[in-house]
């Protein structure tokens, strides 16, 4: 028996991911507004990215957190979405145990990003309207990548351990998943052992790195909205508002859906599994969609690159 565990650990078999348990009869259906989605989120984030390095105007902190936070949305996208279609429309249910863990340390590395990120835009935010004097003297080159290396060395010694404790787990029952994709607890569950540590850590260390993000990002933007009603021009106190509402969107939008998929995955026993497995799939689809658009018609920077690089001629 040892020996057999032992092998089912380092050579396991494959996995096989249902899609949304109740709705297989219409998983073609479903599969082709998640396509458009996806089109979607690969052309926003793609033009995004384009434009913040082509363009050296662009070359600015609140530009290079927005790249980042495009970087990661094709990454959360990427992760799920295709193999998402493939169950769909291919029937390719398989994945292996390599694949498996590939895909569980990019779905949770890519929110963790995600979180870090919007409290970098929000500290930038907060010294561009509470201290504008002092902006570029602190938001320097090698500042802003200090940050970023900050951000990704976080999120990736959050994640890698989880990664870890799942490869170690022992599979010896079902292989079957009833989801579109791994996710870190819903792999863990599979396994004969016992896995109270995965629980532990899967659900409080992520979570209270996401939490103390939340309320940095909450005290953050407290202060910048007391500074932005003290503007003596009603001119500065709207494009500051209107800079700002961008990044609460962008906020609610990714936190949202993540939370309440991360607390009904967890205690939401009397939540339809079928919901909630078709909410967890909105989540990994729209945010990565939906971001660029908001910046791209919130952002003045933003919007204008875009019209121009679409319709030169009546930028001229």
Not at 50 to 57: A, E, M, P, R, W
Not at 212 to 234: C, E, K, M, Q
């Amino acid at each position: 028996m040892l020996v057999t565990l032992n092998s089912t650990n380092f050579n396991p078999d494959p996995f096989i991911l249902v899609g949304i348990p109740g709705l297989e009869q219409f998983h073609i259906w479903i599969g082709i507004p998640f396509f458009a989605v996806y089109l979607v989120a690969l052309a926003g984030n793609g033009i995004l990215l384009y434009l913040i390095t082509v363009d050296h105007s662009l070359h600015e902190p609140m530009f290079f957190f927005l790249s980042m936070l495009a970087s990661a949305d094709l990454i959360l996208s990427t992760t799920c979405v295709p193999k998402t279609l493939g169950i769909f429309w291919l029937k390719a249910q398989e994945i292996t145990f390599a694949g498996c863990l590939t895909q569980l340390f990019f779905l949770h590395f890519s929110f963790s990003l995600d979180s870090a990120i919007l409290l970098g835009m929000a500290f930038d935010r907060y010294m561009a309207i509470c201290s504008p004097l002092r902006y570029t003297s602190v938001l320097t080159p090698s500042t802003v990548v200090k940050i970023m290396v900050g951000i990704v060395g976080r999120s990736f010694s959050v994640i890698l351990p989880v990664v870890f404790l799942v490869k170690h787990l022992p599979f010896c029952g079902t292989r079957i998943i009833p989801h579109t994709y791994c996710e870190h607890i819903g792999v863990a569950r599979l396994a004969c052992a016992d896995i109270s540590i995965n629980i532990w850590y899967g659900f409080a260390v992520p979570v209270m790195t996401v939490i103390s993000d939340l309320i940095f990002i909450g005290i953050s933007y407290t202060l910048i909205l007391h500074a932005v009603f003290h503007l003596p021009s009603r001119d500065a106190r709207q494009k500051a508002l209107s800079t700002c509402g961008s990044h609460v969107s962008v906020i609610l939008i990714v936190y949202t859906p993540a939370m309440f998929s991360v607390l009904a995955h967890r205690f939401g026993h009397s939540i339809s599994h079928t919901f909630h497995i078709m909410f967890a799939n909105l989540y990994v689809a729209i945010p990565p969609a939906l971001n660029p658009i908001i910046y791209g018609v919130k952002t003045k920077q933003i919007r204008d690159k875009v019209i121009f690089l679409f319709f030169p001629k009546d930028m001229q």
